[in-house]
């Protein structure tokens, strides 16, 4: 008893220790605990929190653990667990689109539930009941689940259950077409998140009222009107696409990049210029292939297939052959396998139930043949009474009625021996004929079921020699076309070459500074400007110096429109208005580019923009003005120089680094971009000095964006500041060498995503 509690001791302190663990291990040290502990209690929690740490990563795993935790559960007649692992395995294989098994063990759960009396699991049952019925198409029966979940919600007042049984309820209502019932319970399931403060499943339902617009987009006629529903299901996507960032919820991320490539398929076709097409199929390919990753990764396959068709039409739209038929063939094959993964749960079913019904009948057989034989038996004793009582009274005839009786019970033995065996023949045959009806009935379900699929493949094939005919006659002119489109591109990039300021005139202004431009395309939609003004300063003439690095909306041709806009909206407010606090420089160009681009709130609104920092340098004292519109400003201070950094008289805390490798202080920038948005605020202005030897960074999104590693993975803003730290005291031609070397490697064979920027000075 001592040794037991002194394990049980031991293992509880293995379990606090652990939830301090980074997630990346989380799973190993679970792992350990389970080693060295044999408590089954114990035992049985840690299996259903490894399930836990596999659940969308590796569902198989997830489902083997939870597998062991039940064997567990049962043997220790531990209802509630038991309850909550037949949940769980219900979710994962609903997850990997297992409906039939999900539906089964959801069901198991649910009656357990109902046995301990539990109504908030209760209800949390029935709204995935509904949600599997959901996506196996049974809307009706899921919006009666649903509503039943309500009622229960509403009786033991739980907000989370009324609201997530609302926003699924609208799901189940999309699905039948009644797209102004389910906003209404979209809205009210997103009032609720709101009151309780549930960020997660608030970034849940805007991500469906999202996809309730493009539906709508899909069904609407005039033009005008589906490009505002379009328009309205960009934003609230890419609303919930930035909230999920931070939630890590890699199947939502997947989903949100696919129904955005989806949409993008849906404006290529509303485009009548063959460059606007391009530039949308473009961009759904890419939000598409980074959907496609992810959905690898996690193993979900209905998500797959969803993407494998956007990559389909997308790559037929804009001439890429090989890359259609390729993912035509990954989408039909992904397809046929699901189909068949969920054909064979329900042939399982049967199999099942005809073996337990085949069990009871030869039961019910064996049972009379008992009776039929106690009968016997009871009629044989009575006879052979008879007979010893006649031998009594006549002992000559009951010798010869012995020997007449001997021989009549032989041949009766004879006799039942036959019957019995032709009855069972009979049984033998009938069963057989039975089963060779069934089997026939299946094959000809299994030959229609391939006639179908060979008339599907014929069709299939002669529409792909259609459209191949099709691309081959239109590939000449597309080819001279794009000949005709890149010379003038290239023009364009000398144009915008000539507009961003020179090397000589930067050397002039900073003797130690570098800039790393990386265009993804011929022409960039980043760009950065340096300007050197004259002003009056406390009634002195001061030389002041203007540097700013932006990220125009898009890349490529209409980035380049962007970034020659922003350039020129420069030059005319800084040179010509004489505007020179950073912040009011932003206010400016808001103000010029809503009324150049002709920007309003309407929902068929223009949205175009660029995210910017700008600074505004005094030479002769170091002092500098800032202000970001979504990018920040980062400062380093060597290790040596143990002086606070000042901004606005107030003391800013460092935020990467260490005081023995140097400091790293972020300025934050306003997140709004310099054009229209649906909350504008006045842009913020930093007052700060800097000391000899810091040094500035000035970056758009690019660099952190940038897909690459042996994960696969974003580059991540934690690694640039990592990176920023390491190199800060190097001279500036090496920084920018390593973060050039650095990017590169990091990419390999990954093609580039985004321009990239990145400006360093040293002061």
Same mark, same amino acid.
């Given at each position: ?13 293995? +379990? ?213 529903? +379009? ?60 959907? +496609? ?107 010869? +009625? ?362």
């Amino acid at each position: 008893m001592h040794k037991r509690n002194i394990k049980l001791i031991f293992t509880i302190s293995m +379990l606090w220790i652990s939830s301090f663990v980074y997630s990346n291990n989380s799973i190993d040290s679970l792992k350990n605990i389970l080693i060295n502990t044999d408590i089954d209690s114990v035992r049985m929690r840690i299996y259903v929190e490894i399930g836990q740490e596999y659940f969308g990563l590796d569902n198989n795993l997830a489902t083997d653990f939870y597998e062991k935790a039940l064997v567990i559960a049962r043997a220790e007649k531990n209802e509630i667990y038991e309850a909550k692992i037949y949940y769980k395995i219900g979710d994962t294989h609903q997850l990997a689109g297992n409906y039939h098994k999900s539906l089964e063990y959801f069901l198991k759960s649910l009656e357990l539930y109902e046995e301990i009396g539990d109504d908030y699991n209760i209800a949390i049952c029935y709204i995935d009941i509904g949600n599997t019925n959901r996506k196996m198409k049974s809307f009706e029966n899921a919006i009666k689940y649903y509503h039943d979940a309500i009622k229960i919600g509403k009786k033991i007042d739980a907000k989370f259950i009324i609201a997530y049984a609302h926003n699924n309820l609208a799901n189940a209502q999309t699905g039948l077409g009644l797209l102004d019932e389910a906003l209404g319970n979209y809205q009210k399931a997103l009032k609720i998140y709101e009151e309780i403060n549930n960020y997660e499943k608030q970034t849940g339902v805007i991500a469906n009222i999202g996809i309730l617009y493009s539906d709508q987009a899909k069904l609407e006629d005039d033009i005008a009107l589906k490009q505002a529903k +379009l328009n309205d299901a960009i934003e609230y996507l890419e609303r919930s696409k930035k909230m999920s960032a931070t939630l890590g919820d890699k199947s939502l991320e997947a989903d949100l990049l696919f129904y955005l490539a989806d949409i993008n398929l849906l404006i290529a076709d509303s485009y009548s210029r063959e460059i606007d097409k391009r530039a949308s199929y473009e961009l759904a390919i890419e939000q598409a292939e980074e959907s +496609l990753m992810i959905a690898r990764e996690i193993n979900i396959i209905p998500y797959q297939i969803n993407v494998y068709k956007v990559l389909y039409k997308a790559s037929i739209e804009i001439g890429r052959e090989e890359d259609a038929l390729y993912y035509f063939e990954k989408y039909d094959k992904l397809k046929d396998s699901l189909h068949s993964q969920q054909k064979n749960f329900a042939v399982k079913d049967i199999e099942i139930k005809y073996q337990v019904e085949r069990k009871e009948a030869e039961n019910k057989i064996l049972l009379e043949q008992e009776a039929k034989d106690k009968e016997i038996i009871k009629n044989r004793n009575i006879l052979t009474i008879f007979i010893a009582t006649g031998l009594l009274l006549v002992l000559v005839v009951a010798l010869v +009625l012995y020997r007449l009786n001997n021989n009549k019970k032989k041949a009766n033995a004879i006799l039942i021996n036959k019957n019995t065996e032709i009855n069972q023949q009979k049984e033998e045959i009938a069963a057989q004929a039975e089963s060779l009806q069934s089997a026939n009935a299946v094959l000809i379900n299994k030959n229609a079921e391939i006639n179908q699929q060979k008339e599907e493949i014929t069709a299939q094939s002669e529409n792909l020699q259609l459209a191949n005919k099709s691309v081959l006659e239109q590939s000449a002119e597309i080819e001279r076309k794009n000949n005709k489109l890149i010379n003038s591109i290239n023009y364009a990039e000398r144009i915008q070459a000539a507009m961003l300021p020179s090397k000589d005139k930067i050397d002039k202004l900073f003797s130690n500074y570098f800039i790393l431009f990386k265009p993804r395309d011929i022409v960039s939609g980043d760009f950065y400007w340096v300007k050197r003004l004259k002003t009056i300063l406390n009634e002195k003439k001061q030389d002041l110096i203007i540097v700013a690095a932006a990220d125009g909306t898009g890349h490529g041709v209409p980035g380049g429109f962007l970034s020659t806009l922003g350039i020129s909206l420069l030059n005319e407010v800084v040179v010509k208005k004489e505007v020179r606090q950073a912040n009011q420089v932003l206010e400016h160009l808001r103000e010029e580019i809503k009324i150049l681009l002709k920007q309003d709130n309407s929902p068929s609104g223009q949205k175009d923009g660029m995210d910017m920092a700008i600074c505004v340098v005094n030479p002769d004292t170091n002092e500098i003005d800032f202000a970001g519109a979504n990018n920040p400003l980062y400062v380093i201070r060597p290790a040596e120089n143990t002086k606070d950094l000042l901004a606005n008289n107030e003391i800013i805390d460092h935020e990467f680094g260490s005081p023995k490798d140097g400091r790293g202080f972020i300025l934050k920038p306003d997140f709004q971009p310099v054009g229209i948005y649906f909350v504008e605020k006045p842009f913020t202005n930093y007052k700060f000095k800097l000391q000899k030897g810091d040094s500035i960074y000035m970056f758009s999104d690019g660099y952190v964006d940038q897909f690459g590693g042996v994960k696969r993975k974003k580059f991540r803003s934690k690694k640039l500041k990592e990176l920023l730290i390491d190199i800060h005291s190097k001279n500036i031609v090496e920084q920018k060498e390593i973060l050039d070397t650095t990017i590169e490697n990091w990419r390999g064979d990954y093609r580039q995503i985004d321009d990239i920027l990145i400006m360093g000075i040293k002061f």
